[in-house]
């Protein structure tokens, strides 16, 4: 879409549209304890921790990307955070350990690079493509969100069914139609229309001709067409 705030809510579903302003919360959240609690250094890891559990648990439970790979990659990362921290907390209070504290974070994150790797893969087009052919699952798609999953449940539970019924029968239909009935140039108009709604967006496109009610708006419109145009 035409929207130059669209990196802002981009990849996310429509529920948590605002996930990426949540996440600037908690990052304010994590300097306040380094701020607050300068002089207990026990007081400002636990805070630290405390508030790293609340954006895992976050992550897990919103699943907030369209994507799957990319819920699974956010989860990973949000784990090891919090398990680095908490191993930290643990070495800083017990010196013995604190040679095994830093293997057990060293593991964690390798553990966590290969996770990385294997979900980024495991999204890719081509990768999603061959192990379907290979396992012979399913998959199913919302036309709205443009999203496709293989959590059958996921998919058809956020359905619109009406959008769903226009989108997957109506619109091949009326396309097709005009195809054989007016032919390439007039298919190949009413898709280029269809583009320009989907970049502008259904509301500006009715604003702009609803403007044309007001015979102000419209003769200075036909005067930019006349002078200004062409």
């Not at 630290?48 to 895992?56: D, N, Q, S, Y």
């Not at 109506?170 to 320009?196: I, K, S, T």
């Amino acid at each position: 879409l035409a929207n130059p705030y669209r990196f802002m809510y981009a990849g996310f579903e429509r529920k948590w549209a605002f996930y990426k302003v949540v996440v600037m919360v908690f990052k304010f959240a994590l300097v306040l304890p380094i701020l607050l609690l300068r002089s207990k250094p026990l007081a400002q890891s636990l805070a630290t921790l405390a508030i790293l559990l609340l954006f895992t648990a976050l992550s897990l439970y919103s699943s907030p990307f369209i994507s799957e790979s990319a819920d699974r990659m956010d989860a990973a990362s949000r784990i090891t955070s919090m398990s680095v921290v908490a191993f930290a907390v643990i070495a800083s209070q017990d010196p013995p350990v604190t040679d095994v504290m830093t293997l057990a974070i060293n593991l964690v994150n390798l553990v966590n690079l290969v996770l990385l790797i294997f979900f980024f893969v495991s999204g890719l087009q081509s990768f999603k493509r061959w192990w379907k052919n290979k396992t012979g699952r399913l998959e199913f798609s919302d036309t709205v969100v443009d999203q496709v999953r293989e959590d059958a449940a996921r998919i058809i539970n956020g359905w619109e069914l009406d959008k769903e019924v226009k989108h997957r029968i109506w619109h091949p239909f009326w396309e097709n139609a005009m195809f054989q009935v007016c032919g390439e140039q007039v298919h190949d108009r009413l898709r280029e229309l269809l583009e320009l709604t989907a970049d502008n967006g259904r509301r500006n496109i009715e604003n702009h001709f609803n403007a044309l009610k007001n015979p102000t708006i419209a003769s200075w419109r036909q005067w930019v067409q006349d002078e200004g145009e062409g």
